[in-house]
């Protein structure tokens, strides 16, 4: 501790002390002898009985409180604030039905999808179970997936089971041809016309050839989402 601290200590306790020797000779003197406690025996002097009202206090009418209303105190104009209008009942917005076809379902121990065509958007999409559709269709969410369904819920609490299709989306199937005796088979050819034997129809041969593509693409479509969720769930687990 350097000299100057110790001086300054010195005075504090020093001032202390002197503080302390005054209260004490002011005590001596008899400084504060004139106050006590009353003893609980005794009646607190100078103090007047007095019958208290014990009767409830009851609000004035209201009528009483007319200026207060006309005038609000809190109010900067001081005019009485106007009623907010009431507020229209809007009701609640229609239901808008499930309108989608299941196209393709993958089950794995690791990936749970389910491949749907959105009608309303003609497009496609992969859910997850827990997943909601979009758009207008949001209200609906796919539960649960099974081997050849998926179940979707809406938010009132219907429930739809959608049956897995085979038809590709956004192609309407072919005319069934009418019923009679069926032509016997054509042996395979390479490129060579056989006389008396019928050819197939060209529009028939195109639309099979069609389906044949769109079904080639739809499954590598599931398989590239199929891919692309493992590397996902892989990269994630890494992470």
Request: glycine share 6%; charged share 25%; proline share 13%.
């Amino acid at each position: 501790m350097s000299t100057q601290a110790a001086k300054l200590t010195s005075a504090i306790l020093a001032g202390l002390c002197a503080v302390l020797l005054l209260l004490a000779i002011a005590m001596q003197a008899g400084f504060g002898r004139g106050y006590s406690w009353l003893h609980p025996d005794v009646d607190s002097a100078g103090v007047a009985n007095v019958n208290i009202d014990r009767t409830p206090f009851k609000l004035p009418p209201e009528a009483r409180f007319a200026d207060t209303t006309a005038r609000p105190l809190f109010n900067d104009d001081r005019k009485p604030t106007p009623d907010a209008p009431d507020e229209p009942d809007v009701p609640p917005p229609p239901k808008v039905p499930l309108n989608i076809a299941l196209t393709g379902i993958i089950l794995t121990p690791q990936v749970r999808l389910a491949m749907v065509h959105d009608k309303l958007k003609n497009k496609d999409v992969a859910l997850k179970e827990g997943m909601p559709m979009e758009g207008d269709q949001g209200g609906w969410t796919l539960t649960k997936i099974n081997p050849r369904s998926a179940i979707f819920r809406e938010a009132a609490g219907d429930e739809v089971e959608v049956e897995l299709s085979t038809a590709v989306a956004g192609q309407s199937p072919a005319a069934h041809p009418p019923p009679g005796p069926m032509p016997p088979p054509r042996p395979p050819v390479s490129g060579k016309f056989v006389p008396g034997q019928p050819d197939a129809p060209p529009a028939q041969n195109e639309q099979a050839q069609a389906l044949q593509r769109r079904i080639e693409e739809r499954r590598a479509q599931m398989r590239e989402e199929a891919e692309r969720l493992r590397r996902e769930k892989t990269e994630n687990k890494q992470q």
